[in-house]
């Protein structure tokens, strides 16, 4: 649910017109909370000896969190501009 929040609310900024640095805060709460998921799972992967699965994981989900947040921002941007023309 904090998730879908996140994505809505970055929507929300980039149709107010915000910044479009605000898609990083938008993909910095998104890695957030892939990252919490993840630490649970990190004793479960140091046990059989993959932690460095987890490494790549990590690199995988901030580069889906800064297309989800960059896609949602841009979705409220032109959905701002297509009701203004």
Do not use: C, D, N
Not at 7 to 33: D, M
Not at 55 to 68: K, M, N, P, R
């Amino acid at each position: 649910m904090l998730a879908i929040s996140s994505i809505l609310l970055t929507a929300i900024a980039g149709f107010a017109g915000a910044p479009a640095w605000t898609a990083l805060i938008g993909a910095a709460v998104l890695f957030s909370i892939s990252y919490h998921e993840q630490r649970k799972l990190a004793m479960r992967f140091a046990y059989l000896g993959i932690t460095h699965v987890l490494t790549s994981v990590h690199w995988q989900s901030a580069g889906y969190a800064l297309l989800a947040s960059g896609a949602a921002y841009g979705v409220g941007f032109i959905g701002q501009w297509a009701l203004h023309s």
